[in-house]
């Protein structure tokens, strides 16, 4: 039995994102007084009475529009809508009933699905507000009144949208591979996504900065589940005029965060800039196993050294995380896109190796052997034993005499040791160094 989904859908500055976030519990959709502000539809999961259910925010319904960006909204809410197990209709109290309400109502009628007509913005909730009854010319059953924005009458409208649940069944929960594609603004991260799932599923434009939030799509590969989040991209601060990109820049560094893996793209025509180097440091920071992909690479001119010179730069810029893959792919033509499954599945296998501690500080004493620890005025380093304390990234504690004498290009050749043993290609390798004194 699959996850219920439910959508919360309207005509745009209603509270759809204000409710979505109440419900969250964080705020995950972007609030903004700004109509149209949230672009695509967003996920979460919510649960309520014992009951677990995916929640999905979407943008506004505008019934006639010449606006290209609102035309794709709609789209994008349809789309949820016919996903969607219960609807969630949201209106606004305060503006009462409009056409474009009437226009949404007409929408919804078609579906065959439970639709909850949900009057936002009704502030007191002491009496029966008044302000719900021209709701009911909809044709869509009782009003439910409730203030997103208080967190008023959400407990009710809640019992109302379980009862459209089948019963609980206590299911086995497979945990799902999240993948963040992250990247500078229209370098291809939304085609990327949409050339692996088969479907238009975020908004793809030439307009830089079409993608807003950080949008969560689930997809199986070879029985294996998988979460790709699509993120705004990231400009530099010095042209961010909007208070809304600053808010997706927040949200895209989140979403690196709850990531377990980057796919970083890189437009093969512009080449590696700065701001891809910086981008690429907050996953590398934060230790995110990590890929590198050139896109558009169809559309370069090529020679027999044209690949060889690009890994060159790569390897320069991003001399950091040289244990990334590099790809070379076409989001448009599809080139190379089953190459990025195969890698995905071999770098998420590797973030999560464990190595015993026996074969690790057999490796470790054959790397001192090899190279001898440093010194410091005539004392020596000496490294007792190492072993593993955690994956995602893979983490090694190394019990030492001293550890200031643990110099950092030490500590990179026992890395350089290790990858060369256990591969770990694709994820950062982190060392915490305690000493080891007295009786431990």
């Known amino acids: ?62 019934p006639e529009t010449s606006d290209l960006i609102l035309q794709e909204m709609r789209k994008q809410a349809e789309i949820a809508i016919d996903t969607a197990d219960v609807i969630l209709f949201l209106v606004d109290a305060k503006q009462g009933l409009t056409d474009s309400d009437a226009h949404v109502a007409h929408l919804l009628r078609k579906t065959q699905k439970p639709v909850l007509l949900i009057v936002n913005k009704v502030d007191n909730m002491r009496t029966e507000p008044l302000e719900i009854y021209e709701f009911y010319n909809l044709g869509l059953g009782d009003p439910i009144p409730i203030s997103a924005g208080q967190g008023l009458g959400l407990g009710d409208m809640l019992d109302k949208v379980v009862k459209h649940f089948p019963p609980v069944s ?4 497979e945990e799902a591979i999240k993948i963040a594609v992250i990247g500078k603004p229209n370098v291809g991260k939304s085609s990327l996504i949409n050339k692996i799932l088969g479907e238009k599923r975020v908004i793809v434009s030439d307009i830089p900065g ?22 705004a991209g990231l400009r530099r601060k010095n042209k961010i005029k909007e208070e809304i990109e600053r808010y997706s820049i927040v949200r895209t560094v989140a979403a690196i965060e709850r990531a377990d893996i980057t796919v970083l793209v890189i437009d093969a025509e512009e080449g590696i800039t700065d701001q891809d180097t910086k981008i690429a440091g907050i996953a590398h920071e934060r230790g995110k196993a990590s890929i590198i992909v050139v896109n558009k690479w169809d559309l370069i001119e090529k020679d027999d050294k044209t690949m060889h010179r690009y890994l060159q730069e790569i390897n320069t810029k991003f001399a950091y995380m040289s244990y990334a893959p590099k790809l070379f792919v076409s989001a448009l033509t599809g080139q190379r896109i089953n ?94 160094t305690r000493e080891k004194r007295g009786r431990d």
């Open 210 to 231: 079409t993608t807003r939030d950080a949008i969560d799509t689930p997809i199986t590969f070879n029985g294996e589940p998988y979460i790709f989040i699509d993120t």
């Open 339 to 432: 190459k990025l499954f195969e890698t995905i599945q071999v770098v998420a296998q590797n973030q999560t190796l464990r190595i015993s501690t026996g074969l690790l500080n057999e490796v470790l004493y054959e790397a001192m052997t090899m190279n001898q620890p440093p010194s410091d005025k005539g004392k020596y380093l000496k490294i007792y034993y190492m072993t593993q304390v955690s994956v995602k990234p893979p983490t090694f504690v190394l019990f030492v005499n001293d550890k200031q004498l643990m110099h950092f290009s030490y500590e990179r050749y026992i890395e350089n040791q290790m990858r060369e043993a256990f591969g770990f290609k694709g994820t950062p390798i982190h060392f915490i």
């Open 170 to 173: 206590i299911e086995e929960k």
């Open 1 to 62: 039995m699959h996850k219920p989904i439910v959508a919360v859908v309207g005509r745009p500055n209603v509270g759809k994102s204000t409710l979505f976030n109440k419900l969250a519990g964080s705020r995950i959709s972007i609030v903004e007084d700004t109509p149209g502000v949230t672009r695509d539809r967003i996920y979460t999961d919510v649960e309520w009475l014992n009951y677990q259910f995916t929640l999905i925010d979407t943008g506004g319904i505008e």
